[in-house]
């Protein structure tokens, strides 16, 4: 009976559009929007672990290097040399901690998991149901562009509530 997915041909010959076609295109869609939030949910988290790590191997030796550069400096006076190599060194990875902000990034990206894994679930609730709308879709694509900004976003401050996409 059907010639496409999009015509039906009823018994006397005549062409009608087929009444699923855009029901079908909306759970496609959906479908489609799940697998994105899939993948970026994913890449929000390698990308959080890198920068976790990042962090750690920025921070921890600059914190190594500052407290061995004092507790040298302040031992002899043949040590000042080192310890003021030692310095620089913890001055170094403290600069490069600081310019790539590892730690703003892996909170970004955190944030970002968060509302990938949101989306996610609300269009996998959604294709559960048996009828689909325009305002489903529409729903989602707003949850998309959180996800997306939610790499952009400030941390919260202290005392405010954050803002929780409705």
């Known amino acids: 009976m059907c010639c496409n997915s999009r015509m039906v041909t009823p018994a ?3 062409r009608v559009l087929d009444p699923d076609g855009p029901e079908r295109r909306l759970r496609a869609e959906i479908e489609r929007l799940r697998e994105e939030a899939t993948h970026q949910k994913r890449l929000a988290h390698r990308r959080a672990e890198f920068w976790t790590k990042a962090h750690i191997v920025l921070g921890f030796p600059a914190a190594l290097l500052a407290g061995t550069a004092g507790a040298a400096g302040l031992a002899t ?43 996610e679930g609300r269009a996998t609730v959604k294709l559960a149901r048996e009828r689909l709308s325009a305002e489903d879709l529409a729903e989602l694509l707003d949850h998309r562009q959180a996800a997306l900004s939610a790499y952009d976003a400030e941390d919260p401050q202290p005392g405010s509530s954050p803002a929780l996409p409705g």
Request: proline content about 2%; aromatic content about 6%; hydrophobic content about 55%.
């Open 77 to 119: 006076a043949d040590a000042r040399i080192p310890a003021a190599l030692l310095a620089l060194a913890s001055a170094g990875f403290a600069a490069g901690a600081g310019f790539l902000r590892s730690d703003v990034r892996c909170r970004a990206n955190k944030r970002a998991r968060h509302a990938w894994a949101a989306l």
């Open 12 to 14: 006397d010959g005549t």
